[in-house]
């Protein structure tokens, strides 16, 4: 069973940073593939960034690609997700997912894991 913390969020103005953290327990966090997830208010659960086991392979949201970056360190059992230039339409709950099979997906339906998600909230 692997359990997944996240901490990071919080109120920025538009053009600002914020730098979400995702803690895994676990002795096999090393092995997973990782994602982060946002869900905005009324709208469907959505892929923002994905990242392989090595972290050599990174995948992002067209939405994100070129502000955010997803990264891991695995003797911290920690990945990351850095956000930078941040949007109103940024504004969302965003949860990190584990994929225990390794893959390389970008539907929530591949992961098995799930933090509670934190709070990011973007004013104009």
């Known amino acids: 069973q692997v359990q997944l913390v996240e901490s990071g969020g919080g109120l920025v103005q538009a053009g600002g940073s914020l730098r979400l953290s995702c803690v895994a327990s676990?002795?096999?966090?090393?092995?997973?593939?990782m994602g982060w997830f946002r869900q905005a208010p009324g709208k469907e659960r959505e892929f923002v960034a994905v990242?392989?086991?090595?972290?050599?392979?990174?995948y992002y949201a067209d939405s994100v690609k070129g502000r955010f970056t997803i990264s891991r360190d695995n003797a911290k059992n920690t990945v990351y997700l850095q956000m930078n230039s941040l949007k109103p339409d940024d504004t969302a709950v965003y949860y990190c997912?584990?994929?225990?099979?390794?893959?390389?997906?970008?539907?929530?339906?591949?992961?098995?894991?799930w933090g509670q998600g934190t709070q990011v909230t973007v004013s104009s």
């Open positions: 997912a584990a994929d225990s099979r390794r893959r390389f997906m970008i539907t929530a339906s591949a992961y098995n894991y």
């Open positions: 990242l392989n086991w090595s972290g050599g392979s990174t």
């Open positions: 676990g002795r096999t966090f090393s092995s997973y593939t």
